[in-house]
């Protein structure tokens, strides 16, 4: 067993459109699909398993019965959720809690640390990343009167940016972006604003007691954190290192030799083709590397971003 193929999960959006289609080559449900859930164990869209002697089986049935493919790591639940999105229109505006909130007051669930790298965007693209109130009564007062403009804070971003999104942070991406996310294994989003748009002619529901709970005021901006495994690997460019997860871009052109030395690391290629062990992988594949595998020749010229999680 070399790597593990895994078969995406799609959601259909108020604000999806084609592109997992016509970008990836995906065999979507809809011009509406906003989501695919590329590598994903969470109850909400559990993906299965793509060939190999584990073909057929769910992603989560494969945690918890073959820990040894993930290193033997000692969590209750796979813990990452990787996911391409595809915004034909503006996301809700938005925050997360973090592990203790959600533990709290979502049944057990684990927060939501996520981060995005930018596929693709268009000209002068921004994203929502924070507030501009300083105090929570001043956030609270803004909310109540609905002054958004001046509440919600953008930031430009091109092609190939990367982004952190710690909890408690407002946020939201825009139209005509596309985004490959790595976050926690949750699906707990606080909707503080959606622009007043319909479905199926009935507002969605807004969350504005719980957002205003975890909001961070003022706005913190997520710094690089200690970097908590680094990958022998020196073809992998680094992108963030943190409590939860470690991501990394990497290209080739040619012959690489990739060191397994995290408990698992989750692939996805954006671009080309290559050859890892004796399993081709091309645009829009998505796979796992399993702690079994100590040296894998990958051969061809491709592009990926590559996660694991910390313990």
């Known amino acids: 067993m070399d790597i593990i193929g895994i078969a995406p999960v799609f959601k259909e959006t108020i604000w999806g459109g084609n592109k997992l289609k016509t970008v990836f080559g995906y065999d979507i449900p809809s011009e509406h699909t906003g989501e695919c859930w590329a590598v994903s164990a969470h109850e909400n869209g559990d993906c299965r398993i793509v060939g190999g002697e584990?073909?057929?089986?769910?992603?989560?049935?494969?945690?918890?019965?073959?820990?040894?493919?993930?290193?033997?790591?000692?969590?209750?639940?796979?813990?990452?959720?990787?996911k391409i999105i595809d915004a034909n229109d503006d996301l809700s505006i938005q925050v997360h809690p973090d592990d203790e909130y959600a533990g709290k007051n979502e049944n057990g669930s684990l927060g939501k640390n996520e981060c995005w790298y930018i596929l693709?965007?268009?000209?002068?693209?921004?994203?929502?990343?924070?507030?501009?109130a300083s105090t929570k009564q001043e956030l609270t007062s803004m909310i109540q009167e609905k002054k958004w403009n001046e509440l919600i804070r953008e930031v430009p971003i091109k092609?190939?940016?990367?982004?952190?999104?710690?909890?408690?942070?407002?946020?939201?991406?825009?139209?005509?972006?596309?985004?490959?996310?790595?976050?926690?294994?949750?699906?707990?989003?606080?909707?503080?604003?959606?622009?007043?748009?319909?479905?199926?002619?009935?507002?969605?529901?807004?969350?504005?007691?719980?957002?205003?709970?975890?909001?961070?005021?003022?706005?913190?901006?997520?710094?690089?954190?200690?970097?908590?495994?680094?990958?022998?690997?020196?073809?992998?460019?680094?992108?963030?290192?943190?409590?939860?997860?470690?991501?990394?871009?990497?290209?080739?052109?040619?012959?690489k030799i990739l060191t397994q030395d995290q408990f698992f690391i989750i692939g996805t290629c954006l671009e080309g083709e290559a050859v890892i062990g004796d399993t081709k992988v091309q645009k829009g594949d998505n796979f796992i590397i399993p702690s079994t595998v100590e040296n894998l020749e990958v051969t061809g010229k491709a592009s990926f971003i590559f996660s694991s999680a910390n313990s």
């Open 54 to 82: 584990f073909d057929g089986m769910l992603l989560s049935q494969l945690w918890a019965t073959h820990r040894e493919v993930f290193g033997n790591m000692d969590q209750d639940v796979f813990p990452l959720l990787t």
């Open 120 to 132: 693709d965007c268009d000209e002068d693209a921004s994203l929502v990343i924070g507030h501009n």
């Open 159 to 255: 092609k190939g940016d990367f982004v952190q999104i710690i909890p408690g942070t407002v946020h939201a991406i825009k139209s005509g972006t596309m985004v490959l996310e790595t976050q926690q294994s949750s699906d707990v989003t606080y909707r503080l604003y959606d622009y007043d748009r319909l479905s199926d002619g009935k507002l969605r529901p807004l969350h504005i007691k719980q957002s205003i709970d975890v909001i961070n005021v003022p706005h913190i901006d997520a710094k690089q954190e200690k970097v908590y495994k680094e990958s022998a690997n020196d073809w992998f460019e680094m992108l963030i290192s943190c409590r939860y997860y470690n991501v990394w871009k990497a290209e080739i052109s040619g012959t």
